[in-house]
């Protein structure tokens, strides 16, 4: 069975553009949470989306958002980038209590 | 609120050496689910394990062990016999609460096997 994926892998932008990233969920799995990882700390947790609801909000701005789509996917959506935003972005799919990580896209904002 | 400590930010090993793995958490729920996951240079969290807060008994997988302590908050990672692959920075994690899925994750521990 094919894992977590997300798109792009890398991703360079300039201050104050926006960005969208891609994630696509194991099959079967309904949940999906995004986590930003900053340089040398461990994840932070953003958003989490279960059957296209919003379940749980992090601690970031509202440059950030997200959804879920109904086969599943999400996106998550960052405006008015910010050099502090340089990080890489996470996405887990889970069934139960056991998040799966995708690959994570980073993201670089110059 | 919940928090993860992992007091350890780096160690370094020669191979066939035993390494544990501290990590310390904090939460007012009685309901929780303690994970340790892997992440490799390419960057990809591994799951390797989940225990949650009714259950204390250690487990055992190959050469991983994990001891959980409800008394002193404590669940700690043992490798034994480490090898050169198991090179990378573990993170300990945290959820509570009914339905919970946010995870709060340790600053995390690089693991360095030399051989």
């Known amino acids: 069975d094919a894992g977590v994926t997300q798109s792009p892998t890398h991703l360079i932008k300039t201050r104050g553009q926006h960005v969208t990233l891609r994630c696509s969920p194991i099959s079967g799995h309904k949940s999906v949470s995004w986590y930003q990882q900053v340089l040398g700390q461990g994840p932070q947790f953003i958003f989490q989306y279960y059957e296209k609801e919003e379940r749980g909000r992090g601690n970031f701005p509202d440059r950030f958002s997200a959804r879920q789509f109904p086969n599943y996917s999400s996106e998550l959506n960052v405006n008015a980038l910010l050099l502090g935003d340089s990080a890489l972005y996470l996405c887990a799919s889970s069934l139960l209590y056991e998040q799966y990580f995708g690959p994570g896209t980073r993201l670089t904002v110059t | 609120a919940q928090k993860v400590t992992q007091a350890q930010t780096e160690i370094s090993v020669v191979e066939k050496e035993d390494v544990t793995l501290d990590c310390v958490y904090e939460t007012r729920d009685t309901t929780y689910y303690l994970f340790w996951y892997k992440q490799p240079p390419s960057g990809e969290l591994v799951f390797l394990i989940r225990?949650?807060?009714?259950?204390?008994q250690n487990e055992i997988s190959g050469r991983y062990s994990w001891n959980f302590q409800k008394s002193t908050s404590s669940f700690n990672f043992t490798i034994t016999a480490s090898q050169v692959v198991d090179s990378a920075v573990y993170f300990c994690a945290l959820t509570a609460g009914q339905g919970a899925q946010k995870l709060v994750f340790g600053q995390g521990t690089r693991l360095t096997i030399n051989p």
């Open positions: 225990r949650n807060s009714f259950d204390e």
